[in-house]
């Protein structure tokens, strides 16, 4: 009873907007944008729904829960491929209010070419019934070409039509690419208590989340701006960080921090296998530790960081967002804003490398590599997008500094930079 009420709430949520919504499907990384309407002459129909598809269905996942929205998103792939017939090709699938913040619903668009409907449509079932997923499925009217969408129901065995079907009709490309809808806070948090809440919540399913709140420090100590100057230093993996942030060190006297920061080391590897929304705030926590760091040996000598807030957002936006760097939020966007909360360093170095130079240090160095920094060498747009979202984040802006020359020349030039900007 409990799961058809929580359906009904789920479903009726949508209603209210469910005609103004845009799905976006991407096939081979293209997107195309279809909505639906009640009424429809003669328009064409998008071309994802052309030819002999077979049968289609969407599946959108949808909860009030951010967790559980999170964590059953990452499951569902896995479910799918595992449990449906070789035939079916399954397609990453959105549903959002055009450019309204906050609107998106994230899932699968799935092509059935098998003989028999059965184990697909029961399996669909299943998902409604259980899960925080909802099903709609498109059919062919009988002339023209028309298709419609139905919303499934839970329990009743049958397609509901709900409230009536809809046509589907092509739709515009919106001004935001949609995997920017969703942003703040799922994958960037932009003040110490948003980050907390979320990790507060996963204590019951993540032992090590209530170990990284009891290492936390208070709200009031992350603010706190020391006597010496902060440098902190930005970059891909193997762009030089470590060379460089040692030898500042012993160039200037400093003392030597990193975000995340050691005591978080132990559950590093966890939070690295969990959804975004958890993985990212985990790491916007580790800041805020680093900054109470910061705070104390700034009282003695200038700081040196390695990596900060600049890591913690770029990767993160670069992540959320698909497709071409010009999906990215545009520059002054808010997403790329400093949290209020949180120190701001003196000065923030961004090393740059080209890729092929870049690639050779990381053979060289022949470590493993996270899976990020794995998928980072396979994927240049990644990399690209990175590196945008580290130019437009403003509060302390970056300064590009090209990490090509030999060691000592460019610890020589960031020495300048910060003489010149920190009076050392
Ligand atoms: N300026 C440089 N020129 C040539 N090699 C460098 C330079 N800086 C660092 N390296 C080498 O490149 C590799 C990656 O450097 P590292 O400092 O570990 O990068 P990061 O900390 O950014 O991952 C190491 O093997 C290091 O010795
Ligand atoms: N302050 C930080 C530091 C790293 N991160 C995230 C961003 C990426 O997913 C990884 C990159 O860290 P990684 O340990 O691979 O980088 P280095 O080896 O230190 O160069 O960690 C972060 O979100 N915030």
């Given at each position: ?70 964590k ?49 449509e029961r ?97 009031e ?7 010496f ?22 160039a ?11 005591c978080?080391?132990p ?41 900060f ?32 909360d ?16 870049r ?66």
């Open positions: 009873m409990r799961m058809v009420y929580e359906m009904a709430r789920r479903t009726m949520s949508l209603l209210p907007h469910w005609s103004s919504r845009v799905s976006s499907v991407e096939l081979n990384g293209t997107p195309f944008y279809f909505s639906t309407q009640e009424k429809h002459r003669g328009e064409e129909v998008p071309r994802v729904f052309r030819g002999n598809d077979g049968r289609c269905y969407s599946l959108l996942v949808c909860s009030s829960d951010t967790i559980r929205r999170a059953f998103y990452a499951e569902l792939k896995d479910k799918l491929l595992t449990n449906l017939p070789p035939e079916c090709h399954l397609s990453p699938m959105c549903s959002f209010l055009p450019n309204i913040k906050d609107s998106l619903l994230k899932g699968y668009f799935l092509k059935d070419t098998s003989e028999s409907s059965s184990p697909t399996l669909l079932r299943d998902l409604t019934q259980r899960d925080p997923v909802l099903v709609c499925s498109y059919l062919r009217g009988e002339t023209g070409g028309v298709w419609t969408q139905h919303l499934w129901s839970d329990g009743d065995n049958h397609t509901m039509q709900m409230p009536k079907d809809y046509y589907v009709v092509p739709a515009e490309a919106p001004e935001h690419h949609p995997s920017t809808l969703n942003i703040i806070n799922s994958d960037v948090f932009y003040s110490f208590e948003e980050a907390y809440q979320v990790l507060e919540k996963c204590g019951d399913i993540i032992p090590e989340a209530r170990a990284v709140l009891e290492l936390l420090p208070s709200r100590e992350a603010r706190r701006k020391p006597d100057p902060v440098i902190v230093i930005e970059g891909l993996d193997a762009t030089g960080k470590t060379t460089l942030t040692e030898s500042l060190r012993d200037l006297g400093a003392s030597l921090l990193r975000s995340p920061p050691h978080l080391s559950m590093r590897a966890r939070f690295d296998r969990e959804p975004p929304l958890i993985r990212r705030a985990f790491y916007a926590l580790g800041n805020y530790i680093t900054a109470v760091q910061i705070g104390q040996e700034g009282m003695k000598t200038p700081v040196i960081v390695d990596r807030w600049h890591s913690t957002a770029a990767y993160a936006i670069a992540t959320a967002v698909s497709g071409p760097v010009c999906n990215l939020p545009a520059e002054g966007s808010e997403v790329y804003c400093w949290p209020s949180l120190l701001q360093p003196s000065l923030v170095v961004c090393l740059t490398l080209d890729p092929e130079e690639r050779r240090r990381l053979r060289d160095r022949g470590q493993g590599k996270t899976e990020e920094e794995q998928e980072l060498d396979h994927n240049q747009l990644f990399r690209l997008k990175v590196e945008k979202a580290y130019q437009r984040i403003s509060g302390p802006a970056c300064v590009t500094v090209d990490a090509s020359p030999p060691a000592d020349l460019v610890l020589q030039q960031v020495l300048l930079l910060i003489r010149g900007k920190c009076h050392l």
